[in-house]
């Protein structure tokens, strides 16, 4: 489970960084702010996503809207996704790509963890959009923890790569191999 992520601009994190400024143009016109530093659940943050046949970027909620208005769901399992009425259209036709510069777990003794990519161009998760209550909201993805993050938790976020990001969004094969293969491996630190 993915249930907060961290958008920080430091240098080391360029296409991070990039992402950020793009998006500080868009809130020329008013639009929400987007959240730095940890994410949580409800928070506006930047999304990749396909539009018109383009890669775009915009600011949207975390979490869709529960059963009956009810709770939050922030998170849709990648094995399952297809089969949930709630997900099976997005899966479909409205993929995203949450942009972080990591996401945390926390082990049984509440011991917080920050998983992330070494290189410099972020860690990319995996998700799906909907418009909810007269905004757009997205989930991530998660599937069974690697190696890197097994013993801390058993699920962690679908990581797509730099390069993997218009495949994710256009192309229905690449996204479903996407969603079946392993994660990378993380790197962590305690936090």
């Given at each position: 489970?993915?249930?907060?992520?961290?958008?920080?601009?430091?240098?080391?994190?360029?296409?991070?960084?990039?992402?950020?400024?793009?998006?500080?143009?868009?809130?020329?016109?008013?639009?929400?702010?987007?959240?730095?530093?940890?994410?949580?659940?409800?928070?506006?943050?930047?999304?990749?996503?396909a539009r018109g046949g383009k890669r775009e970027l915009e600011l949207l909620t975390w979490g869709f809207t529960g059963f009956r208005g009810k709770g939050l769901i922030i998170n849709a399992?990648?094995?399952?996704?297809?089969?949930?009425?709630?997900?099976?259209?997005?899966?479909?036709?409205t993929r995203c790509v949450i942009p972080s510069s990591g996401f945390y777990e926390w082990d049984r003794r509440k011991q917080k963890y920050r998983f992330y990519r070494r290189e410099p161009?972020?860690?990319?998760?995996?998700?799906?959009?909907?418009?909810?209550?007269?905004?757009?909201?997205?989930?991530?993805?998660?599937?069974?923890?690697?190696?890197?993050?097994?013993?801390?938790?058993?699920?962690?976020?679908?990581?797509?790569?730099?390069?993997?990001?218009?495949?994710?969004?256009?192309?229905?094969?690449?996204?479903?191999?996407?969603?079946?293969?392993?994660?990378?491996?993380?790197?962590?630190?305690?936090?």
């Open positions: 489970m993915c249930g907060r992520f961290t958008l920080i601009t430091d240098a080391e994190y360029q296409d991070i960084r990039k992402i950020v400024r793009e998006t500080e143009q868009k809130l020329q016109g008013g639009a929400p702010l987007a959240k730095m530093g940890d994410i949580y659940p409800t928070n506006v943050s930047p999304v990749l996503l399992r990648a094995e399952t996704a297809a089969e949930k009425p709630m997900f099976r259209r997005c899966l479909d036709a161009v972020g860690t990319y998760m995996a998700g799906l959009y909907t418009v909810s209550g007269g905004a757009e909201r997205y989930v991530i993805l998660t599937t069974t923890a690697n190696p890197s993050v097994a013993d801390i938790h058993d699920r962690m976020p679908v990581i797509i790569e730099r390069e993997e990001i218009d495949g994710w969004l256009f192309d229905h094969t690449k996204a479903d191999v996407i969603l079946r293969r392993t994660p990378p491996l993380l790197e962590r630190v305690t936090v």
